[in-house]
């Protein structure tokens, strides 16, 4: 076949081989993200996640997990209902007991439990790269969508969180959303500002943190009715009528984000019984605007304690230091360890693009403001607890990176191509540790620990993992274990006692270590997810520093020999 007739034939089945090619990109996501959900154990988070998730099947209660919206635990059960979970009846421990419980206590397989629980969430991240798709199709066409989705589905922290089930992915997959169907109303606002108002709304009713973005996405809801108006030529002599109705729009999308909200709560409970906890410390300065908010008591109350939260004194760790509180160039930070180094390059570039070409300026305010807001936020007051947090990064900005396909030179085309090419190898060559991945500028996920620690790194994943190679190596021998997470060792067959329980010159044998521990990152002030000690004391760092490593654990543990 001549090159005239093979292109003639792509032309002819050219939507075909779009097809294709969106279905082979998601195909490879949902492999990776499915295959890291079967081979990880709990993480810290999860279990309370999905015991949440089980009493609102159960009892229809919202006393769990107040802190945060039910959407994305509602989501979560859809899947763990599927398990016909149990609860024991009357059971009334805090939320991280109530983990423990329903995952390893209560006669639950917890296997199967948490990759249902999983699955549910992997569907929506693999929904959310569609978003990604429409989004940059829209601004760059049917080449940029397949980039983005591209830079999408080999996102290793996309891969990394969206395979588990907690709330990070989908809050940023939902923002995402509203921003496209906000800029999406500049041709149909009576069409799209309504759909943008469920998304903003579940959004908000998965992570109430979302509410930040309202500020960005009202005006733009506003712009984009007065683009539609204009475009049809309607009120141009009018901009008052033309900017209120603009407004009346952006209302109404509120008042339906408002609603969502109003509807998680009702779904676990229709009567919305709720008693505010007793204890909570009373709100000071701008955070007594809470209680004006048109919302339910329980999301007020989350919030409450989420401030409290806010107000604890975190201890974190960045690049070998030790440090108390929060760094406001923590995000960005993380974002240049655990980001592939092509997908930073042409994320950069495609911001750059859409600033500087003239038609496609129109949606730099939709595309970067939103991220500019959310980052901001981020590094402000979010805690230094890891990129999850970003999780809004690499879906914003995978669509901002489809703009440098319109730049009409040859070489920015090859460019493009080969820098979301490195991105794309640098993920598949972590498969399947996508957690503790880093790029190759600072030595790949067996380093990450160096410069970071938390859910970027050791987050309780690998206990699983370690398992087996206790199993297959060190049958036998007497073990000891440090471990960070929400795993329960003896659920594994791990049967390891405790070495900061001891003197250390009764410690002989295996003694393994999670990172977090060893670089002293056990130091969660809620007291959630550890076994095994209380920090990295002078008693564990003397134990290590009279062993000898011998071999690493899914990128988190390490296993030494102690004589």
């Known amino acids: 076949m001549d090159t005239s007739k093979w292109i003639a034939w792509v032309r002819r089945h050219q939507r075909w081989l779009l097809a294709g090619a969106v279905i082979a990109l998601l195909t490879q996501m949902a492999i990776a993200m499915i295959t890291t959900a079967v081979e990880q154990s709990p993480t810290i988070d999860e279990p309370v996640y999905v015991g949440t998730a089980v009493v609102y099947l159960e009892e229809h209660s919202l006393r769990y997990n107040p802190e945060h919206p039910p959407l994305g635990k509602l989501v979560i059960a859809t899947g763990v209902a599927l398990t016909d979970p149990k609860v024991a009846p009357g059971f009334n421990g805090h939320e991280w007991e109530l983990g423990k419980h329903v995952v390893y206590e209560a006669g639950n397989d917890p296997e199967r439990l948490m990759l249902f629980a999983r699955l549910p969430v992997i569907l929506l991240t693999l929904l959310f790269g569609l978003v990604v798709f429409a989004f940059a199709a829209d601004l760059a066409g049917r080449a940029g969508g397949l980039l983005a989705l591209t830079l999408f589905t080999f996102s290793p922290d996309v891969i990394a969180h969206g395979s588990l089930a907690t709330l990070d992915v ?298 087996d190679r206790l199993k297959k190596g060190y049958a036998g021998e007497r073990t000891w274990l440090v471990y960070q997470g929400s795993g329960l060792p003896s659920h594994y067959g791990i049967d390891a006692a405790d070495p900061l329980t001891v003197p250390a010159d009764q410690v002989h044998g295996v003694l393994a270590v999670s990172d977090s521990a060893v670089l002293g990152a056990f130091s969660d002030p809620m007291g959630g997810g550890g076994t095994g000690g209380g920090g990295a004391t002078g008693d564990l760092e003397a134990l290590i520093a009279g062993s000898t490593p011998v071999e690493r654990v899914g990128h988190s543990m390490t296993i030494y020999r102690r004589p």
């Open 170 to 467: 989908p809050v940023a997959g939902f923002l995402l959303t509203s921003v496209w169907l906000v800029w999406r109303a500049r041709r149909r606002p009576g069409l799209y500002l309504p759909l943008a108002g469920l998304a903003l709304g579940a959004a908000t009713a998965t992570k109430v943190l979302s509410l930040v973005a309202v500020p960005v996405l009202i005006p733009l809801a506003v712009l984009s009715v007065w683009h539609a108006r204009r475009a049809r030529g309607l009120d141009l002599k009018s901009p008052a009528l033309l900017i209120g109705r603009g407004v009346l729009a952006a209302a109404g999308m509120a008042l339906i984000a408002i609603a969502v909200v109003w509807a998680s709560y009702l779904v676990v409970d229709p009567r919305l019984h709720w008693e505010t906890p007793s204890g909570m410390q009373p709100l000071h300065g701008m955070r007594t605007l809470v209680d004006w908010l048109p919302f339910p008591q329980p999301l007020k109350d989350g919030m409450r304690f989420q401030f409290e939260l806010e107000d604890h004194v975190w201890h974190n760790f960045l690049f070998g230091r030790h440090y108390t509180g929060s760094l406001w160039y923590y995000g960005p930070a993380a974002l240049l360890v655990k980001t592939p180094l092509g997908a930073m390059a042409i994320w950069l570039a495609g911001a750059a693009v859409l600033l500087s070409v003239r038609r496609l300026r129109p949606a730099a305010p939709y595309v970067l403001l939103p991220t500019a807001l959310l980052m901001a936020t981020a590094m402000v007051i979010v805690r230094d607890n890891g990129v999850r947090y970003l999780a809004f990064a690499p879906m914003f900005l995978a669509v901002a990176a489809a703009a440098v396909l319109v730049v009409r030179k040859r070489w920015v085309k090859v460019a493009a191509v080969t820098v979301v090419a490195f991105a794309a190898v640098s993920s598949l060559m972590t498969f399947p540790y996508y957690l503790p991945y880093s790029n190759e500028a600072f030595g790949g996920p067996e380093n990450t620990h160096r410069y970071l620690l938390d859910s970027n790194v050791d987050w309780g994943q690998d206990l699983g993992r370690l398992a």
